[in-house]
C-alpha cells in the first residue's frame, strides 16, 4: 500500500506549507483533510449521486452529448479513451462526463437531460473545488518562497485567477462499469498509466472501491488506500500535475498512475466504480517557465520547463497531450 501522508491544511502555516512541498516531492500525492476548507461531505455525496444518476441513464441519453476533442467536453463512451497507447492494445474500461468552465455562471456546453435541471450545482461544485485548488496553490506559493516582488505565496494562484481568461479546468465525472473477468485480458486497464496534464488534480474515491496505483520511485505498482485514517470525513487525495512539475524544474513530481481491475478474491464481482476529478488548469496562456524561487534553482532536478528554447504555454502542453490520448 503506498504511504501517502495526510495534510491539514485549513491553517496554512510555513511548518504546513514545509509538509505539503516534501510530501509533493517524495510522493507526487499527498491527502488533505477535508475539514473547514470548503468542500462539504455532503456536496461531495451528492455530486456521487447526480454521477451515478447519468451513468445509469440509457446510451441513447448519454450520447446526446458527446466528447467535443477541441473542448475536452462531453460524454467518453467505453474504451474511447487510450490513456497509455504505447501500452494498451484497447481502451479503458471506463465512461466519463467532462464539465469544462462555466461563463458567466451557465454552462458552455450541452448538458444531458440527467444533468440540466442540475446545471447550479455542477457549477458550484466546480467552484469549490476551483477555491480549494487555489488554497493548495497558495501553501505550495508559501513553500517554495518566493519574493513578495516576484509574486509571493501567490505566484500559483495569480496563474490560476480566472477571471484573467479562460483555462483547461475540468470536472470530470467517472464510471468503471464492472467486467466479467473473462471478458478482459492481462493488457487490459481500467485507465491507463499516465500523468495528469494540468497543475493538481483533486481526487474523490467512494469507500470498497480500490483500484487506483501509482508508480513508486522503486518502478513498482502500490494501491492508493481510499480513507488511509479512517476518518468519519474522508480525505481528498491530491496529485501534483504536468504543469507544477515544469514550474519547478521536476523537484514536484507528476506521478504515473493507474486504475486496475478489482484484485483478490474479496473483489471479484465487486460492483461498479465510480470516483470525480477535478483537473485543475492555469490560464491557457500562463507560460510553462521555473519559479522564482531558490528552492527550485538549487533542488530542481532538470525535469521541467528549464531554460526551454521555445517556453511552451498550459494550453499548448493540453493540446499535446489530448492528442496523444485520443489518437490524433
Sequence with gaps: MADIPVIDIATPTPAVAKQLLAAASAHGFVFVRNHDIGLPPEDIQAMFALSRTFFESPYQVKAECPYVPDKNQGWVGMQRETLDPKTQKRGDFKEAFNVGEYVDGRAAQPLPKPFAPHEAQLGRFADQCHGLCNKILRVFGM???IAEDEGGAEWFVKRHDRSQGPSGSILRLLYYPSVPTESHDETDIRAGAHSDYGSITLLFQLPGQPGLEILTRENAWAPVPVNPLDDAVPPILVNIGDLLSYWTDG??????????FPQGE???????????AYFCHPLDEARLVPVPSAIVREHGRDKGAGEAAKVLTAKDHLVGRLAATYGK
Excluded at 523537484?251 to 486496475?260: A, K, Y
Excluded at 474479496?266 to 470525480?276: C, E, F
Design 143 to 145: 513553500a517554495f518562497e
Design 251 to 260: 523537484l514536484l513530481r507528476s506521478t504515473v498512475h493507474r486504475v486496475i
Design 266 to 276: 474479496q473483489h471479484r464481482g465487486a460492483a461498479d466504480r465510480y470516483s470525480m
